[in-house]
């Protein structure tokens, strides 16, 4: 079947680096998503990506953050200047129609210290 | 603010009890996911249901979505060990994003 994979499992930076976390989506899906998940909290919607642009962001996605498709499989997320409060799961997740089927990947801990 | 609020929280039952696990908004939404997520993995979709009303059987899994599209139920006969996990709820209004619910922790015991 196929799966979203995400690359690296754990990630462990020091605040105020700037840190990549990487997808590759399913290959015939259309639109791209990061989430994020606070240990013992919520998943939390931060951005879709479509026709390479942002079609969507929350308020959390700020200036820290930028979405890139660099070629035609790979979707990465940028953290500019780490801080200690975006440690969490990090969730790429794809679909072939918006906002519908949605295939998530199975994440990046990242955490910050 | 959209907010998709789960109950029971945690759910401990024994093996061949039936559940229900309740999603609940005062938001309408456009459809509503039901996932479950494993510690440490990503949330695995289950069911989408888009239509107030609707039912959707999926083996043991009996997901309904409310009539006028604000709440949903997903109903499991005869839980087994493997059923547990992270049940979770995730509404979309005619955007891009899921908005997610709280959770309900189920724990099946042999």
């Known amino acids: 079947e196929p799966e979203v994979t995400q690359t690296p499992s754990h990630q462990v930076t020091q605040m105020g680096q700037e840190v990549i976390l990487r997808c590759v989506p399913i290959?015939?899906?259309?639109?791209f998503y990061w989430y994020r998940q606070i240990l013992g909290q919520k998943v939390e919607f931060l951005v879709s990506?479509?026709?390479?642009?942002?079609?969507?962001k929350s308020e959390i996605f700020d200036d820290q953050f930028s979405v890139e498709r660099p070629d035609g499989s790979n979707f990465t997320l940028k953290i500019r200047s780490t801080k200690l409060e975006d440690s969490a799961m990090y969730f790429c997740?794809?679909?072939?129609?918006?906002?519908?089927?949605?295939?998530f990947g199975s994440g990046t801990r990242l955490t910050v210290v | 603010t959209q907010l998709l609020e789960q109950s029971p929280q945690f759910l401990s039952i024994q093996e061949g009890e039936n559940l229900t696990v309740y999603c609940n908004s005062s938001?309408?939404?456009?459809?509503l996911q039901w996932y479950r997520q494993e510690p440490g993995e990503g949330p695995v979709l289950l069911v989408t249901?888009?239509?107030?009303?609707e039912v959707k059987k999926l083996k043991r899994l009996t997901f309904q979505f409310g009539d006028a599209r604000k709440d949903s139920s997903l109903h499991i006969t005869a839980a087994q060990p493997g059923d547990t996990g992270l049940y979770l709820c995730?509404?979309?209004?005619?955007?891009?994003?899921?908005?997610f619910g709280t959770g309900t922790r189920l724990k099946v015991l042999a």
């Open positions: 997740a794809s679909s072939e129609l918006a906002g519908y089927g949605y295939t």
């Open positions: 290959s015939n899906h259309l639109y």
């Open positions: 938001s309408v939404f456009s459809s």
């Open positions: 995730a509404g979309n209004s005619r955007t891009y994003k899921y908005i």
């Open positions: 990506f479509y026709n390479n642009e942002i079609s969507e």
């Open positions: 249901v888009v239509t107030g009303g």
